[in-house]
Antibody, heavy 125, light 110 residues
């Protein structure tokens, strides 16, 4: 079955750019939306955004100005870049698949049904 | 942005007994399709989140039927008919009508 493996630096300096990659195995990255979610220490889950293999994106309004997501179909990977990071961006970052679970006629309802193991990122000098 | 509010923050439960978690949205989650755009997730200790319920009341694949979702408009409920020890963790509701927004979470513990 499909598995997701997140990877990237565990330590990022303040004001720098956080870059994470999620590798999809056991299935194709095509025809799905792919999402990023984070959980800061001691806090709840926060949705960051999603990207489609076509390049279509949708970002959280609170992070939109600093977030870029992309897909590399040749590597079956998708990625997250978050610029100008601060300590508030310290979190466990999860990648997830948005699966079209229910047809609603001309479109589908998607939900995050497969998740990566989580990548811990600390922002500190 | 749609704000999601869950209650309670913490829920002590007894195995074999029922439990319920409430989730309220700042605006109706009714989509033009006639369905409510709300999911429920569970994050067990040391694990990644997992999908429990999608589209308000549909159990995800492999989710036991003791879990059920209900509600309408802005008020939704996740019910566990008979709690088992493996159900401990933090439960989140999430709206999917406009982007996505999680509730603050409800910690369920024995």
């Amino acid at each position: 079955q499909v598995q997701l493996q997140g990877s990237g630096p565990g330590l990022v300096e303040p004001s720098e750019t956080l870059s994470l990659t999620c590798t999809v195995s056991g299935g194709s990255i095509n025809n799905y939306y792919w999402s990023w979610v984070r959980r800061p220490p001691g806090k709840g889950l926060e949705w960051i955004g999603y990207v489609h293999h076509s390049g279509l994106t949708n970002y959280s309004p609170s992070l939109e100005s600093r977030v870029t997501m992309s897909v590399d179909m040749s590597k079956n990977q998708f990625s997250l870049k978050l610029t100008s990071v601060t300590a508030a961006d310290t979190a466990v970052y999860y990648c997830a698949r948005l699966n079209p679970l229910r047809s609603l006629g001309s479109y589908y309802y998607h939900a995050m049904d497969v998740w990566g193991q989580g990548t811990t990122v600390t922002v500190s000098s | 942005e749609i704000v999601m509010t869950q209650s309670p923050l913490s829920l002590p439960v007894t195995p074999g007994e029922p439990a319920s978690i409430s989730c309220r949205s700042s605006q109706s989650l009714l989509h033009s399709s006639g369905y409510y755009y709300l999911d429920w997730y569970l994050q067990k200790p040391g694990q990644s989140p997992q999908l429990l319920i999608y589209m308000h009341s549909n159990r995800a694949y492999g989710v036991p039927d003791r879990f059920s979702g209900s509600g309408s408009g802005t008020d939704f409920t996740l019910k566990i008919s008979r709690v088992e020890a493996e159900d401990v963790g933090v439960y989140y509701c999430m709206q999917t009508l406009q982007g996505r927004t999680f509730g603050g979470g409800t910690k369920v513990e024995i």
